[in-house]
Structures are given as structure tokens and as C-alpha cells.
């Protein structure tokens, strides 16, 4: 499967604990997003990298959030001190660049913190 | 960004063609009008791009009138499998800058019956 690849599938968490997710883009993407999904609403930006570089945060990504894309490929989103409210969907994608703007997108990480 | 309107929910019968509106009246010079489609528990999937007129692909046809305040989503010969949620955005999608998020409003919920 060469799609977007997102681990872990389900996370149940602890109200106050910390906790990271992985996301493994499309080979050769260079755009990279996460976003946010709460029950019947669309999915929510949080932030986007180009290649290794995070150029745009949404106000969404309180400082107990932080991403990273280390060398350009994979990207890992973490949430510190968990609060009931994030519990939600994250959903990761990624896209080739300006030429095919395409984004795929995983099949998400569903959130639960109890 | 310019700012999406679309139907809450549309019903139809299978084998009928679907035409979904969004209406997108402050849309700016250099936005594309993009549609994803996603499915319960999935991530939203792609289904077609267009900046004007007609574009047409093996799923989907996107019209757009001259003025393109809105755009029209149609789906020949609904299925079953075409229930789904229905996502029209609208913007600067080939800007490497900050403009290059996807933003998602609450989409039109299709259901298909027989």
C-alpha cells in the first residue's frame, strides 16, 4: 500500500497524558498537513509543512501541540497534558506540490481521552 | 478564503444523476474550486479540480459558469457506494505560501437508497 499511512489507528488516553502520532506520507510528497475532525463537521486545519518546513500554523494549535517533519518524510503530531475537548480525529495528508495540488489523505488517528 | 455554501443533505435514488451546488461568491482570481468526497471512519478522498468551465473525469463532472461564483458537483448514476459526505472548497491551492491549506466547511451529506 503506497498510500498515506497513519499510526496509531485508534488511541485511547488518560485525560492529562501525553501523546504522539505518526504520519508516513506518500513517497516523494513534499507537502505535508494535518487537520482536525470532530463529529459531523469537516475536517479542521492545524498546520501544513513544505518538505521539512512548517510554514503555517492554524491559532486551532494551542502550544500543547506541536509537529515536526524531521528530514522531510514522516511527520510526528503531539499533543501534551491531553483535555477531554481534543478528542477528535487527526487526520494527516499530503500532496506532490504546485504542479498537482491532490492532497491524499490517510485514514486518520481517532483520539479518545477519557 | 473564500467562503462555501452548500446543501446540508441530499437524498436520491440509485441509477439517478446527482448535482450538488456550492456557491462560493467571494471566490479571488487565483482559487480553485476542489471536491472531496469521504466516507464514515475514512480520511476525504479527492474527486475533481477545476478553475473554470467544465472538467470531466472518470468519477465526476465539475461545471463552473463564467462568473464562478458557484460550481456544480455531478454524479452520473448514483450507487449505494456513493453515500457519502461531499466537501466543495475553494482557494489558492498552487500558492506555496500560507494560502496552500485546504479549508473544509461541513459538506453535503448524500444518501443513496434503492
Known amino acids: 500500500d503506497t498510500g498515506v499511512s497513519q499510526n496509531p489507528r485508534h488511541k485511547i488516553t488518560k485525560r492529562g497524558q501525553n501523546v504522539t502520532f505518526r504520519c508516513d506520507p506518500i513517497?516523494?510528497?513534499?507537502?505535508l498537513y494535518w487537520y482536525r475532525q470532530t463529529l459531523g463537521q469537516g475536517p479542521e486545519f492545524l498546520t501544513y509543512?513544505?518538505?521539512?518546513?512548517?510554514?503555517?500554523k492554524s491559532r486551532l494549535l494551542s502550544d500543547r501541540f506541536s509537529a515536526e517533519r524531521p528530514k522531510g518524510s514522516f511527520s510526528t503530531l503531539e499533543i501534551q497534558r491531553t483535555e477531554q475537548g481534543d478528542s477528535a480525529m487527526y487526520l494527516c495528508?499530503?500532496?506532490?506540490?504546485?504542479?498537482?495540488?491532490?492532497?491524499?489523505f490517510g485514514q486518520g488517528t481517532r483520539l479518545t481521552v477519557v | 478564503l473564500a467562503k462555501t455554501t452548500q446543501p446540508i443533505s441530499m437524498d436520491s435514488y440509485e441509477g439517478q444523476e446527482v448535482n450538488i451546488t456550492c456557491s462560493h461568491n467571494n471566490i479571488a482570481t487565483n482559487d480553485y474550486i476542489t471536491w472531496y468526497q469521504q466516507f464514515p471512519s475514512q480520511g476525504p478522498r479527492f474527486i475533481i479540480q477545476g478553475y473554470k468551465t467544465k472538467v470531466t473525469n472518470e468519477v465526476a463532472s465539475l461545471f463552473i459558469p463564467a462568473d464562478r461564483k458557484s460550481s456544480t458537483l455531478s454524479l452520473p448514476r448514483v450507487s449505494l457506494s456513493d453515500t457519502a459526505v461531499y466537501y466543495c472548497?475553494?482557494?489558492?491551492?498552487?500558492?506555496?505560501?500560507?494560502?496552500?491549506?485546504?479549508?473544509f466547511g461541513t459538506g453535503t451529506r448524500l444518501q443513496v437508497t434503492l
Open positions: 509543512f513544505q518538505n521539512e518546513a512548517q510554514l503555517e
Open positions: 495528508a499530503s500532496s506532490p506540490g504546485r504542479i498537482n495540488t491532490e492532497a491524499f
Open positions: 513517497s516523494e510528497h513534499n507537502r
Open positions: 472548497l475553494v482557494g489558492d491551492v498552487k500558492n506555496t505560501g500560507t494560502a496552500s491549506k485546504l479549508t
